[in-house]
Structure formats: C-alpha cells, structure tokens
C-alpha cells in the first residue's frame, strides 16, 4: 500500500525491545537500523507525492530497503536466540 510505514518497529514490533537493546548497544547495528528507517521515509514520502523518480530508481530504493531489512532480522533473530 502507498505510503505505509515500514519502520522497523513497524516491521517487527514483537522484537521492539530487543531492537532498542541493540540500537543502543550495537554501534553497526544503529547505524544500519538509522539508514533502513531514513530510506523507508524516503520512499514514502515520494510515494505519497506520486513517485517524482523514475520506475529503476524507485525499484532500486524498495530493493536496498528489503536487503537492509533482511540482515537487520538477521541480527535481531541471532540476538533473541
């Protein structure tokens, strides 16, 4: 859906308080978790202006944020594990 959040605690609100232990904790970890959330307000706010980009740029975007959001589980799945 158009302009729907993504965050991480969005994405993974069962996980919230192990993701504010390891933004916290885990310096590569926040910065990661920094650039996944900044890059999904991105994308929503040009989804909501009607995508002013170019289709290849906006895939490009939405890919980078699903790769992110991959390895961001990852480490949040080692860390409740």
Same mark, same amino acid.
């Given at each position: 859906?158009?302009?729907?959040?993504?965050?991480?605690?969005?994405?993974?609100?069962?996980?919230?308080?192990?993701?504010?232990?390891?933004?916290?904790?885990?310096?590569?970890?926040?910065?990661? =978790?920094?650039?996944?959330? +900044? $890059?999904?307000?991105? *994308?929503?706010?040009? /989804?909501?202006?009607?995508?002013?980009?170019?289709?290849?740029?906006?895939?490009?975007?939405?890919?980078?944020? =699903?790769?992110?959001?991959? +390895? $961001?589980?990852?480490? *949040?799945?080692?860390? /409740?594990?």
């Amino acid at each position: 859906m158009l302009g729907e959040k993504h965050s991480l605690l969005n994405e993974f609100p069962q996980s919230a308080v192990i993701i504010k232990k390891l933004i916290k904790t885990d310096g590569e970890f926040a910065e990661a =978790a920094k650039t996944y959330n +900044s $890059l999904d307000e991105e *994308i929503r706010e040009l /989804e909501l202006e009607g995508s002013p980009i170019d289709d290849e740029l906006m895939h490009q975007k939405k890919s980078k944020r =699903a790769a992110l959001k991959d +390895s $961001l589980y990852s480490h *949040i799945q080692k860390a /409740e594990a």
